[in-house]
């Protein structure tokens, strides 16, 4: 495994694992599975494992701190996040949430403590409101958390000015790839953070598994390039060119995921895309946008609706209809009959979550009508 500079803190493996898309069995984690999984990382040398109070409805904490018993949490960096908007309204959540996954991760410390999801809105209702940055400092100071950092959605702006804002971040982490270069912080954010020292860790490298699947107007582009690598491989070798990224999440479903993905770690290096390289992905992501009318990464936060509408399963499915034709996505809907686009009322208390900001509401009803016509 290869690894890199995490600042001056450690050498990270490049490849993280994000525990946040694990095997479901049954609308559970399969935890036998789960397990195996994190344990065959560790055991070939990913020192990174990323989860969050929210994963997999609270299950992921739990089943991560399962699968570092038996001597495996002194082999890995363990990362979590504390949710902000609606669990922490007052100064003494911060400590009761924090002893909360500390039980639940079976640890004494978390190595990198995140702000979860910090937008413009918890920034300066939530952090700034409660001094949130002075509660990380006290846990770290006393032990329990190792590193301050944050994990962000929303615009370039922001981004910016989070940054700016607090001279003791020791990372952040940020939502990139190859079709992201000009949205949330983006390239010019990534490089700002870059700029000041602040490594950067980067989820969604393929896009919450979206560039994986590629549709035949992409396939056609990565066919005819004279460099053979699978559409995976493209994404994740677009963001270990950064230099200002020490390493990747990969939030891996299957054990299979994981190989490939420990594979593809092994060739990771700086600056590994040529400028031809770079001018071909332009042309996938080109193809991709005219492909995908909604950008939704179904990271779930928008969830749950007061009216039961899945809505990133919805949003899914309307998008399968341009990228792989109507009649072969149609199907879909059908699956998901109790929770379709019809149910929603327009109450419109989804859309403030929603990183991507996506005007849900407004579509709901096109999204039916086309899933029904
Ligand atoms: S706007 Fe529609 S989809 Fe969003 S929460 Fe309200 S009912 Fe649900
Ligand atoms: S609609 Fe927005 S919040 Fe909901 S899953 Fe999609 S990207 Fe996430």
């Given at each position: 495994?290869k690894?890199?500079?995490?600042?001056?803190?450690?050498?990270?493996?490049?490849?993280g694992?994000?525990?946040?898309?694990?095997?479901?069995?049954?609308g559970?984690?399969d935890?036998?599975?789960?397990?195996?999984?994190?344990?065959?990382?560790?055991?070939?040398?990913?020192?990174?494992?990323?989860?969050?109070?929210?994963?997999?409805?609270g299950?992921?904490e739990?089943?991560?701190?399962?699968?570092?018993l038996?001597?495996?949490?002194?082999?890995?960096?363990l990362?979590?996040?504390?949710?902000?908007?609606?669990?922490?309204?007052?100064?003494?959540?911060?400590?009761?949430?924090?002893e909360?996954?500390l039980k639940?991760?079976?640890?004494?410390?978390?190595?990198?403590?995140?702000?979860?999801?910090?937008?413009?809105?918890t920034?300066?209702?939530?952090?700034l409101?409660?001094n949130l940055?002075?509660?990380?400092?006290?846990?770290?100071?006393d032990?329990?958390?190792?590193?301050?950092?944050?994990?962000?959605?929303?615009?370039h702006?922001?981004?910016?000015?989070?940054?700016?804002?607090?001279?003791?971040?020791?990372?952040?982490?940020?939502?990139?790839?190859?079709?992201?270069?000009?949205?949330?912080?983006?390239?010019?954010?990534?490089?700002?953070?870059?700029?000041?020292?602040?490594?950067?860790?980067?989820?969604?490298?393929?896009?919450?598994?979206?560039l994986?699947?590629?549709?035949?107007?992409?396939q056609?582009?990565?066919?005819?390039y004279?460099t053979k690598?699978?559409?995976?491989?493209?994404?994740?070798?677009?963001?270990?060119s950064?230099?200002?990224?020490?390493m990747?999440?990969?939030?891996?479903?299957?054990m299979?995921?994981?190989?490939e993905n420990?594979?593809?770690?092994?060739?990771a290096?700086?600056?590994a895309?040529t400028?031809?390289?770079?001018?071909?992905?332009?042309?996938v992501?080109?193809a991709?946008?005219?492909l995908r009318?909604?950008p939704?990464?179904?990271?779930?936060?928008c969830?749950?609706?007061?009216?039961?509408?899945?809505?990133p399963?919805?949003?899914?499915?309307?998008?399968?209809?341009?990228?792989?034709?109507?009649?072969?996505?149609?199907?879909?809907?059908?699956?998901?009959?109790?929770?379709?686009?019809?149910?929603?009322t327009?109450?419109?208390?989804?859309?403030?979550?929603?990183?991507?900001?996506i005007?849900?509401?407004?579509?709901?009803?096109?999204?039916?009508e086309?899933?029904?016509?």
């Open positions: 495994m690894t890199r500079k995490f600042g001056n803190i450690f050498d990270v493996s490049v490849l694992f994000g525990a946040m898309r694990m095997p479901v069995s049954g559970h984690v935890e036998n599975e789960a397990i195996k999984m994190i344990r065959y990382a560790i055991d070939h040398s990913v020192n990174y494992i990323d989860t969050a109070y929210f994963y997999h409805n299950e992921s739990e089943i991560v701190g399962k699968a570092l038996d001597g495996y949490r002194s082999k890995t960096m990362a979590t996040k504390l949710p902000l908007m609606g669990n922490v309204k007052c100064r003494e959540d911060f400590d009761r949430l924090l909360g996954q639940k991760l079976r640890t004494d410390h978390i190595d990198f403590y995140l702000l979860h999801s910090v937008n413009k809105n920034w300066n209702d939530v952090i409101k409660l940055l002075d509660k990380m400092e006290t846990a770290k100071k032990g329990k958390i190792g590193h301050i950092g944050f994990s962000f959605h929303d615009d702006d922001t981004f910016i000015k989070i940054i700016d804002a607090y001279d003791k971040w020791e990372f952040c982490q940020i939502q990139y790839n190859y079709m992201d270069t000009d949205n949330q912080a983006g390239t010019s954010g990534l490089e700002y953070a870059g700029s000041k020292g602040i490594p950067v860790i980067v989820m969604e490298p393929v896009l919450g598994g979206k994986a699947n590629t549709p035949p107007s992409v056609q582009i990565f066919d005819q004279h690598r699978t559409a995976i491989e493209w994404a994740l070798n677009f963001v270990w950064r230099r200002e990224v020490p990747l999440l990969s939030g891996m479903s299957s299979e995921q994981l190989k420990l594979r593809y770690a092994e060739n290096q700086y600056n895309l400028d031809e390289d770079m001018a071909m992905l332009a042309r992501k080109e991709y946008g005219k009318p909604v939704c990464t179904e990271c779930k936060y969830m749950p609706c007061p009216s039961g509408v899945d809505i399963a919805n949003f899914s499915i309307y998008n399968d209809t341009f990228a792989f034709g109507l009649e072969a996505s149609k199907g879909g809907y059908m699956w998901i009959r109790g929770q379709q686009a019809d149910l929603c327009s109450c419109g208390q989804c859309e403030s979550k929603c990183p991507q900001k005007g849900i509401s407004a579509l709901m009803p096109k999204v039916h086309r899933l029904t016509s």
